[in-house]
């Protein structure tokens, strides 16, 4: 039976760092994903009003076959500037694709696939002075990277909404009977909403595992209304967006994972209601740290399957750790004081 890695995070997958820097005053942040050696990636993208960056490079087809970094950042396009700063950090690294050298040197291009979320309406939002922030925050965010980081309001979700509730960072990880590990993060910045309007019961709860979140509300005797939206928030084009990284140390090549982020999609369906919408940017990057043949259609099946659980219950893991800022409300604020079964 799969449980989840001793930290239930993104890192219990083998050579796979977090860092995340914060912008405290304009209310957004920067979240790097940092695998320690150049990884297998790929991207599917569902949303309608994407903003990305090197996704074009993920395709089966492109030269690249590994990447350095994935960036997940709030700021609208302005905050793709992010992917420059981690380009900067890695180079002084020695990281990066090799395209040459010089003077006796090798050149390299640090590969950093990026995608943003809109933050920039958040109530209470200072504007910044001159330069936008964001180069600066992704060069402190992969310096930062560890294996334990913070969730709720952190990074590329401090300025995050999910509904009309406060969104955040989320990770979750499984430790899967054939020995792979597989894990999410997700900056939850989403249009819909992760609860049901009529009680605030997460739309995912019966995939969380034993302990894993707070106790949720008792389901009601009543059927939800399905066109009942009002837990969303109001309407307007590219003003959302919930953007994600799923991993595994199993060996994938770039066609298997992008298997494995289509698949993964399917958690964010569970989780947000609804989702991949007009006004949502949705993304899911897919990482593989693994090495050797890649794994059989089999296997990737369980590990696909797996990858969607632990980024639903990502989603919910970054409800619970988000806090109330600016009036906007937590959904522990709101429906955790309710007794029901735990979860």
């Not at 700063?85 to 990281?95: C, I, N, Q, S, T």
Request: one cysteine or more; a neutral charge.
């Amino acid at each position: 039976m799969a449980k989840a890695g001793s930290r239930n995070s993104i890192t219990d997958v083998r050579g796979i760092l977090v860092g995340q820097a914060e912008d405290r005053a304009g209310i957004t942040g920067t979240t790097v994903v940092l695998p320690e050696l150049p990884a297998a990636a790929a991207v599917d993208v569902r949303g309608a009003a994407p903003g990305t960056r090197e996704t074009e490079l993920l395709a089966a087809d492109a030269l690249i076959d590994r990447i350095d970094a994935v960036v997940l950042s709030g700021g609208s396009a302005f905050g793709l500037d992010a992917a420059g700063g981690v380009m900067e950090w890695l180079a002084a690294a020695g990281r990066g694709f090799r395209v040459g050298s010089t003077g006796g040197s090798e050149i390299r291009v640090p590969i950093v696939p990026a995608a943003i979320l809109f933050d920039l309406g958040f109530p209470g939002r200072q504007n910044w002075n001159g330069a936008p922030p964001y180069r600066e925050l992704g060069r402190r965010a992969v310096a930062a990277a560890v294996q334990d980081f913070a969730l709720g309001n952190t990074g590329a979700g401090l300025g995050a909404r999910a509904g009309n509730l406060k969104g955040g960072i989320g990770s979750a990880s499984l430790v899967l009977a054939c020995g792979a590990t597989v894990g999410a993060i997700v900056a939850v910045n989403s249009w819909g909403s992760t609860v049901r309007p009529d009680c605030g019961r997460f739309w995912a709860a019966e995939l969380a595992l034993p302990g894993e979140i707070s106790p949720q509300p008792p389901v009601p005797d009543t059927p939800v209304d399905l066109e009942d939206f009002s837990g969303t928030r109001a309407a307007g084009s590219g003003a959302a967006t919930t953007i994600a990284v799923v991993a595994t140390d199993a060996p994938l090549d770039k066609i298997g994972c992008r298997r494995l982020a289509v698949m993964a999609q399917g958690g964010l369906a569970r989780a947000i209601r609804p989702i991949h919408t007009p006004f949502d940017g949705d993304s899911v990057f897919a990482l593989s740290t693994g090495s050797g043949p890649s794994i059989d259609t089999r296997r990737l099946l369980s590990i696909g399957c797996a990858a969607a659980d632990c980024l639903a219950r990502a989603v919910m893991r970054a409800m619970i750790g988000a806090e109330p800022l600016n009036k906007i409300s937590s959904w522990r604020q709101r429906w955790g004081a309710h007794e029901g079964s735990t979860c």
